[in-house]
């Protein structure tokens, strides 16, 4: 009988085969000496950190996180973390961490003035519908979703995406902004629309008060994926040590686990057949 591997024994597997080829990478660069200092948001939400509690290690970032410090040589109990709003770590200027993970998207504006690491994630595009389609019937398969009426917001990748991918039955709806698609969904005018995951959990968890995660195409099916990176202060001397960690973790594959553990398992949001 062969053995069943789960994505949890993976990520255990793959954590304590892996050297840390970066070990004492940071020395001296930090703002505390043997002390790497990680910034989240105030609250953090799930599926990025679990139950507001980053230095569990639980949740997407939180965990990228931790695996990241370790191959640059922290390990756990020399991670510490701090809060930080969104807007103040957008800001040039001083900072008062090493690095912050709140699902900052990289651009060409925010780079003139902080620096980001290279993408730990590429958003997937997710399908938010009600809870009475899935119960009418509606699954995570392409030949499902053609049958739904659909709405997206115009000017977006989105649009491409369902009419390229999904090519519905129906022509799609199109909205001004996202509130319109999601108002238009609670007055029953569309059954589903197409949201980056993070816009999409959020909508399905807080907007909506019936609202369900049908499932999520891989980001390589988007045109132009939405691409979170870790923010630092500008010429951070952290940045290359950084990059390396990410990259480790891409080539033996942590970072897709970490990815599938907490943003498909957790979430529960399957890939779309």
């Given at each position: 009988?062969?053995?069943?591997?789960?994505?949890?024994?993976?990520?255990?597997?793959?954590?304590?085969?892996?050297?840390?080829?970066?070990?004492?990478?940071?020395?001296?660069?930090?703002?505390?000496?043997?002390?790497?200092?990680?910034?989240?948001?105030?609250?953090?939400?799930?599926?990025?950190?679990?139950?507001?509690?980053?230095?569990?290690?639980?949740?997407?970032?939180?965990?990228?996180?931790?695996?990241?410090?370790?191959?640059?040589?922290?390990?756990?109990?020399?991670?510490?973390?701090?809060?930080?709003?969104?807007?103040?770590?957008?800001?040039?200027?001083?900072?008062?961490?090493?690095?912050?993970?709140q699902q900052f998207s990289i651009t060409e504006d925010r780079?003139?003035?902080?620096?980001?690491?290279?993408?730990?994630?590429?958003?997937?595009?997710?399908?938010?519908?009600?809870?009475?389609?899935?119960?009418?019937?509606?699954?995570?398969?392409?030949?499902?979703?053609?049958?739904?009426?659909?709405?997206?917001?115009?000017?977006?990748?989105?649009?491409?995406?369902?009419?390229?991918?999904?090519?519905?039955?129906?022509?799609?709806?199109?909205y001004d902004d996202n509130v319109n698609v999601v108002e238009?969904?609670?007055?029953?005018?569309?059954?589903?629309?197409?949201?980056?995951?993070?816009?999409?959990?959020?909508?399905?968890?807080?907007?909506?008060?019936?609202?369900?995660?049908?499932?999520?195409?891989?980001?390589?099916?988007?045109?132009?994926?939405?691409?979170?990176?870790?923010?630092?202060?500008?010429?951070?001397?952290?940045?290359?040590?950084?990059?390396?960690?990410?990259?480790?973790?891409?080539?033996?594959?942590?970072?897709?686990?970490?990815?599938?553990?907490?943003?498909?398992?957790?979430?529960?949001?399957?890939?779309?057949?």
């Amino acid at each position: 009988m062969k053995p069943i591997f789960t994505t949890a024994l993976m990520l255990g597997l793959l954590s304590s085969t892996s050297a840390i080829a970066h070990n004492h990478c940071a020395d001296g660069k930090t703002l505390t000496p043997g002390v790497l200092t990680v910034a989240t948001g105030n609250p953090a939400y799930f599926p990025w950190v679990m139950d507001d509690d980053p230095a569990s290690g639980a949740g997407f970032e939180a965990a990228v996180a931790y695996e990241v410090a370790k191959r640059m040589g922290f390990e756990k109990d020399a991670v510490v973390w701090t809060r930080a709003t969104f807007d103040q770590s957008i800001q040039p200027g001083p900072k008062d961490f090493d690095f912050n993970l709140q699902q900052f998207s990289i651009t060409e504006d925010r780079e003139k003035v902080v620096d980001f690491s290279d993408p730990y994630y590429s958003a997937a595009m997710a399908v938010l519908v009600r809870k009475p389609t899935v119960e009418g019937g509606a699954t995570a398969e392409v030949d499902s979703l053609k049958s739904l009426k659909w709405g997206v917001m115009a000017g977006t990748t989105a649009l491409e995406t369902v009419n390229d991918v999904i090519a519905p039955a129906d022509t799609p709806l199109l909205y001004d902004d996202n509130v319109n698609v999601v108002e238009a969904m609670k007055a029953n005018q569309i059954d589903a629309a197409l949201f980056d995951l993070p816009t999409a959990l959020y909508l399905s968890a807080v907007v909506l008060d019936d609202g369900a995660m049908l499932g999520q195409f891989p980001a390589d099916r988007s045109e132009n994926p939405d691409q979170f990176g870790m923010l630092m202060e500008e010429g951070s001397a952290l940045k290359t040590c950084v990059n390396e960690a990410l990259a480790e973790m891409t080539a033996d594959g942590t970072l897709a686990a970490i990815e599938a553990q907490w943003l498909q398992e957790t979430t529960g949001v399957p890939l779309i057949k």
